[in-house]
């Protein structure tokens, strides 16, 4: 019976792995790849997939790039011939194939600065999924991270902000570490298409993607229920949208199978249910103990050091030292602002708070709140940035004209991520509000 079981859980996983399901999603989503000949064959001329459907999609994919390419030529022979082409540059023949394009075709999403990966054009028919998925991918990147927070503790419940910048730094440290001792490879191309390629060199298993586009949402839930006044399906419903257009933008993108998705999911419904009890301990802890900005480095330096010799180089070390460094900065800054009396949270008798109504003053503070803010954790990164990797790569012996190398050394990715991220984690919630103190902004 037990055996049966095993078997039948193992062929169901199996099955959900399958990358076949990720390009028939694509399909069915308007999502076309352009795979060569080459690429969509083996040595022996065989397909890659041994899924019927997917060669087809693949030999389909490519047929059509080759008909654009002869329509490309084609126009180019014109303007030969008429005195106009006869020194046709790279840039130009570009522009060509996108002018004879009229398919909706595309390049991958985001290229990876640090591998050069740039990956395989794309042909889009659904451009309202597109945008979708797109817009899903991106609650899950940096920059909605250094948006969302800041805009959360600045304008909404500072309280709530720092204990999700706990979650969410914990959550993607444990995932990014399960990713490199799992080890899995990112879904087969072809016959995926991959919209995406800039954590292309990352391993696959879980997604973490989905990890935080669930840890996110539902810790927000759990976290402001009953502390604000809203109605619980309503914040129920929104997490779980959420949550689900992160986890299927991911698939979407050719970034994970459909079982590393709903494992991220899982895993990080079983890390809420560890950490939400204990995170009323933890913050009065940053808070209130003097040993707290001591401990606090010295844990996150330690996880930043075990995530970095799990295995070789990739784009999640610099992610996983990124989140650690920006709990470290928020949790001192927490620190910092009790011990000064600077950090006040309202007391239960207020609970549950109230929305206030909206008002031109209340926007235009807000909104001169969030832009003063962004501005100063944008220079603070640019400045940090500029000023951490030439003076790591002295100290190291590391030539500092070629930062993409000397990135993928542990002893320059890890200082540099740490000090930068919590500068950056310390002035969102120490500098922003004195800042915003001074400008009468508060």
């Not at 795979?35 to 022996?44: E, G, I, N």
């Not at 929104?238 to 991911?250: E, K, M, N």
């Not at 509000?433 to 009468?440: C, D, K, T, V």
Request: with cysteine.
């Amino acid at each position: 019976m037990a055996k049966n079981a095993i078997q039948t859980f193992s062929g169901l996983c199996s099955y959900l792995q399958d990358p076949c399901h990720v390009a028939r999603f694509q399909k069915l989503c308007g999502v076309k790849g352009t795979f060569s000949a080459k690429l969509s064959k083996d040595a022996d001329g065989e397909p890659l997939s041994n899924n019927a459907e997917c060669a087809a999609d693949a030999r389909e994919a490519s047929e059509q790039q080759e008909h654009v390419r002869q329509r490309s030529r084609g126009q180019d022979s014109s303007e030969a011939a008429t005195g106009n082409g006869t020194a046709v540059s790279a840039a130009a023949v570009e522009e060509s194939l996108q002018a004879a394009s009229d398919d909706g075709r595309a390049k991958p999403l985001r290229k990876n600065s640090l591998t050069g990966d740039v990956g395989q054009e794309f042909i889009i028919h659904n451009r309202f999924l597109f945008y979708l998925f797109t817009f899903g991918t991106e609650l899950g990147n940096e920059m909605f991270f250094i948006i969302f927070f800041p805009f959360l503790f600045w304008n909404v419940d500072a309280l709530v902000s720092r204990r999700l910048i706990i979650v969410w730094a914990w959550n993607l440290f444990i995932g990014q570490s399960t990713k490199d001792l799992v080890r899995w490879s990112r879904p087969a191309s072809p016959p995926v298409v991959k919209v995406e390629v800039f954590y292309n060199s990352e391993y696959s298993m879980p997604s973490t993607h989905a990890m935080t586009g669930t840890a996110i949402p539902f810790s927000l839930f759990l976290l402001s229920y009953g502390r604000w006044q809203y109605p619980f399906l309503f914040g129920l419903c929104v997490a779980g949208c959420w949550s689900f257009l992160v986890c299927v933008s991911r698939v979407y993108m050719g970034m994970h199978s459909i079982l590393e998705v709903i494992t991220g999911f899982l895993y990080t419904l079983l890390i809420l249910a560890f950490f939400q009890p204990v995170l009323d301990q933890i913050d009065n802890f940053y808070m209130r103990s003097h040993y707290a900005p001591l401990v606090i480095v010295v844990i996150h330096v330690s996880l930043g050091l075990v995530a970095f010799s799990l295995d070789s180089w990739s784009t999640s070390r610099g992610d996983t030292a990124q989140a650690l460094g920006t709990g470290v900065g928020v949790a001192v800054a927490t620190h910092v602002n009790y011990q000064l009396g600077l950090l006040v949270d309202p007391p239960l008798s207020e609970l549950p708070l109230t929305f206030p109504t909206i008002t031109t003053t209340l926007v235009m503070c807000s909104v001169l709140r969030f832009l003063i803010g962004v501005a100063v954790l944008l220079v603070t990164r640019m400045v940090m940035k500029a000023v951490t990797i030439p003076f790591l790569c002295h100290v190291c012996g590391l030539p500092s004209s070629d930062v993409r190398q000397a990135r993928q050394h542990m002893k320059v990715e890890l200082p540099y991520r740490y000090i930068v991220y919590s500068v950056v984690g310390f002035n969102c919630v120490f500098l922003g509000p004195a800042l915003f103190s001074i400008l009468n902004l508060s």
